[in-house]
């Protein structure tokens, strides 16, 4: 099972011709950019960036669907769970996925995406390595069968690219090039790097509230970068918890999303115990 996520599994026979031709084109796509810049086009850039990345990823794929810190009323989940799609990192099946095995394994032998195994590694050239039908549907039973069989995210793991191009094609339609670049390439690659700093750079630098068994830590810039995502000890203590933020400092703007839905009765059976010592939970 962990053999789908070790390093030297990634060879040029097995490197996801798909993912590699989409990163690809991304990041030309962001050199592109500069040379279509409007200010219209890099505010709504902006504003999507916080849609999909904090309410997508953070709340949606992460705090959601990876951990069950909350639940979302349906209208609510599925727009939520469209966000984590059009932050194109993945279905949220697969992400939901590998991040439990992140979790399970964390800096161990399995870790998907350790820094144990090389910065770059756990940055990005994890993503490159290609697995099976059968493989992820191993995983998939393994790790996530409460959501395995969610109509909603089924429904999302078949048509996931057709949002992707879909949207892309509606932002051209409405603003034509330095719309298409900015929202799409420019935004989808700003969200790649500071969700990835949480898998490199919080297991590497940063100071730990918590004693726990993994390297992970608290990251003051990448906290803020990647929506209160960077209090990344603290979340590794208490992984079901659905504020990140522990001390007064840790400014945790995607909890401030999740108590305003609260508020509203639109999330429910929100985890959000205060840790009252410093001692990793059990
Ligand atoms: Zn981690
Ligand atoms: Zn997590």
């Known amino acids: 099972m962990y053999d789908m996520f070790r390093r030297g599994h990634l060879h040029w026979r097995n490197i996801d011709g798909i993912v590699l031709a989409w990163m690809v084109t991304m990041h030309v796509g962001c050199i592109a950019a500069l040379f279509f810049v409007t200010w219209q086009a890099v505010a709504v850039a902006v504003f999507l960036h916080w849609m999909t990345c904090s309410i997508g990823i953070c709340l949606g794929y992460h ?29 949220p099946l697969m992400w939901s996925a590998t991040h439990r ?35 992820r549907n191993t995983l998939y039973q393994k790790y996530i069968p409460d959501l395995v069989h969610d109509r909603l995210l089924r429904f999302f793991e078949r048509t996931y690219m ?17 719309l298409l670049l900015w929202t799409v390439c420019v935004r989808i690659v700003v969200g790649y790097h500071t969700t990835w700093l949480i898998n490199s750079a919080s297991h590497i630098w ?63 059976n929100v985890d959000d115990r205060i840790p009252t010592d410093r001692r990793v939970s059990s």
């Not at 769970?81 to 194109?88: M, R, S, Y």
């Not at 879909?166 to 034509?176: E, N």
């Not at 933020?245 to 401030?256: A, K, L, V, Y």
């Open 101 to 135: 095995v992140h979790h399970g394994r964390s800096d161990q032998e399995g870790d998907p995406h350790s820094p144990t195994d090389g910065v770059w590694w756990s940055h990005v050239l994890w993503i490159f390595v290609r697995h099976g039908a059968e493989q």
């Open 162 to 178: 057709l949002w992707l191009v879909g949207f892309a094609v509606a932002m051209y339609m409405l603003g034509g090039w330095p």
């Open 206 to 268: 940063g100071y730990r509230n918590y004693d726990t068994a993994d390297d992970s830590r608290n990251l003051w810039w990448a906290g803020l970068l990647a929506y209160g995502e960077g209090w990344h000890n603290n979340h590794h203590a208490w992984p079901r918890m659905a504020c990140y933020g522990h001390r007064w400092w840790e400014f945790d703007i995607t909890w401030q999303s999740i108590k305003f839905l609260r508020l509203l009765r639109l999330a429910t």
């Open 63 to 91: 705090r959601h669907l990876s951990h069950g810190s909350l639940r979302l009323a349906a209208p609510v989940r599925f727009f939520v769970t469209l966000c984590g799609i059009l932050a194109g990192q993945g279905t």
